[in-house]
């Protein structure tokens, strides 16, 4: 709205996503549960689309009940053509259009933690075609629709390790770790999210990052013990907490803002 006048503008409305259809891969997921639920109640029918084994349409139809006729699952690997397209398909012949695209799917392999030194192709290969093949797919299929449509918010989950290498200390006397893979293809969704700021964003296509990090699930006591004496804020953070980001990133609040990364990290990169 072309104005200096604030008092024209109803800031709270910023942030609804009444009439939005969001589509969020990985919504399954220790974050994608939260981020389905927070543009739930911020009014948006939520697309929750993962892999076969997470049950996507079962968890959707409970949602309905709270959120009637707004949630569709849809079983998708992110990392298939064929998939990505059905899902676009199966969310236009539910909901008619595209205002959302969420990427917070990630590929955990049975081998997802062995050494560098002892990690299998097949491995990678996997954490590759999911973590950053299936980024550029969901992208490149849904992404171009919203281009098409003249509108849309692409939100893009990154890493720390995108950019800065773990602290090996953090993993001593647990059981977990970052491997190589994971930082790796997590390094080219950021680039990834960097280049096509720029390429939709005279087709009104916002594409922004967020960056969570260190999110509670049950962890070894070990590992939040060793977390919470390296991070700022002295504690691990928990999957809502993330949430409000995105609601920003996919609503009119954000209008002016592409090509930015949100990082939800207790000031872990701050020091
Ligand atoms: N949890 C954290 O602390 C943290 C920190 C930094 C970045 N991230 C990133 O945020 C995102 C969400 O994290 P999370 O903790 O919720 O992860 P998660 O492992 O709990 O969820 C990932 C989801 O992706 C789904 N998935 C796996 N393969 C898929 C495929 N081929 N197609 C579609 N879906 C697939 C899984 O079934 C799962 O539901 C991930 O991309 C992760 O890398 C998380």
Sequence with gaps: MRTTNPEEINFKEKFSLEGKVIIISGGMGLIGRAFTEACAQY????????????????????????????????????????????????TIEKFG?????????????????????EYEDNDW??????????????CQIIGSYMAEQGSGSIVNMPSTYSVVAPN??????????????????????????????TYWADKGVRVNQITP?????NHEEKFEENFSK??????????????????????EASSYVTGDNIRVDGGWTAW
Excluded at 213 to 217: D, F, I, K, P
Excluded at 230 to 251: C, D, I, Q
């Design 213 to 217: 990090h260190g999110v509670w699930n």
């Design 43 to 90: 009014g948006a029918s939520v697309v929750v689309a993962d892999i076969e084994k997470m049950k996507p349409e079962e968890h959707s139809d409970k949602l309905n009940h709270r959120f009637p006729g707004k949630i569709l699952g849809v079983t998708v690997d992110a990392g298939k053509r064929k998939d990505v397209e059905a899902l676009k398909q199966k």
């Design 230 to 251: 390296f991070s700022p804020m002295k504690r691990m953070s928990y999957n809502h907490e993330v949430a409000g980001a995105l609601v920003f990133l996919l609503s």
């Design 168 to 197: 090996q200390n953090l993993y001593k006397g647990t059981s977990l770790g970052c491997p190589a893979a994971y930082s790796a293809s997590k390094g080219g969704v950021m680039a990834l999210s960097q280049y096509l700021s």
């Design 125 to 138: 290969d996997a954490v590759v075609e999911t973590n950053l093949k299936g980024t550029y797919l969901t």
């Design 97 to 117: 259009r595209i205002d959302g695209l969420v990427n917070c799917h990630q590929n955990k392999t049975a081998k997802f933690f062995a050494k560098f030194e």
